[in-house]
């Protein structure tokens, strides 16, 4: 997808008809995940994006950094929440990698001959469906079935094959990006995912509770950013998500996110689970932050990945 196709449809969901906020209870919808979804920083939930109910239309915009040192993961979006039913999201990632690791790369790959070049940019473009299958959340409270929602994400890495050049301008390996390097297989591919969540009112010492539980069937290495299948693995595979959020005021959350990953490259781009720790704060049903302490396991040239994510998102 080029980035004006990008733009135009992001332009579409934000000019899409909308109700200012909506009429749901703030902090239900989550803040905005790192992929576009409504939910946790770094997995889906079951709710849909914004605060409308079955009779609105609500949209939000989102911005998120992710500072890990030598890797910096910016991304931005928006999405929109059709009668509490549909949510339409879409999404840019941009994954900016230090000089220091391009360099081992190279040093790598030419047996110590090269050692350095210049930092390089790894961006994705994301497109999302959900569609509330049963259930809700907030209200059924007089059951334990969790409000359940199936997605589908479309991810589209647009540097699989941009080369990568050395501190003199030289390109050694011409149409061989960094996913290519790692081996992964395809550029593109789509992930489905099914969530629950529930959240109950009072549940833990007075406090409010939410917890989510998501599936996901995908071919992805590291979420998209490092390609897609690989020479030995061409395949879907499970991976799991869950959030346990403790809601101690109606304006904050506070909790636990993780989330598995298949490991299909191994070597440098082993992949392991990821956590984060955060807390968010609601204001109003105007915006959100949310900040987080995130360890990606590892990256490659980086055994332990991990640092500060930020979140802000406007609700429309």
Sequence with gaps: MQKKSLMTLTFLVLSAKVTATGSSLVATGGITS???????????WAMIAGYGSREEIAGTAALQQLDLGEYQLRTFGAAVGIYDRVE????????????????????????????????TDIEQDIVGLKVKLFGD???????????????????????????????????????????????????????????ASKL?????????????????????????LLGFESATDDGY???????????????????????????????????KTVTDLFIAYFPSKDWSLTAAYVDLGRLPFDEKASGLYLSATVNL
């Design 88 to 119: 339409l999201s879409v999404q840019r990632q941009n994954l900016k990698i230090g000089s220091g690791i391009v360099g081992n790369v190279f040093n790598l790959l030419t047996a110590g001959a090269v050692d350095t070049a210049p930092g």
């Design 237 to 271: 595979k499970l991976e799991w998500e869950g959030s346990l959020a403790l809601l101690p005021s109606p304006s904050t959350a506070i909790g636990v996110e993780w989330r598995t990953q298949t490991n299909r490259l191994g070597g440098l781009a082993e992949e």
């Design 34 to 44: 790192f992929e576009g979804t409504a939910g946790g920083g770094i997995t889906p």
């Design 137 to 195: 959340a907030i209200f059924d409270q007089d059951t334990w079935i969790p409000q359940v929602s199936a997605g589908v994400q479309y991810k589209k890495n647009r540097d699989f094959a941009t080369s990568l050049p050395l501190s003199d301008g030289t390109i050694p390996l011409p149409g061989t990006g960094v996913p290519m390097l790692l081996g992964a297989g395809e550029d593109s591919g789509t992930d489905l995912y099914l969530s």
């Design 200 to 224: 109950w009112l009072g549940a833990a010492m007075g406090n409010n509770l939410l917890m989510n539980l998501t599936a996901r069937m995908t071919k992805a290495n590291t979420f998209g």
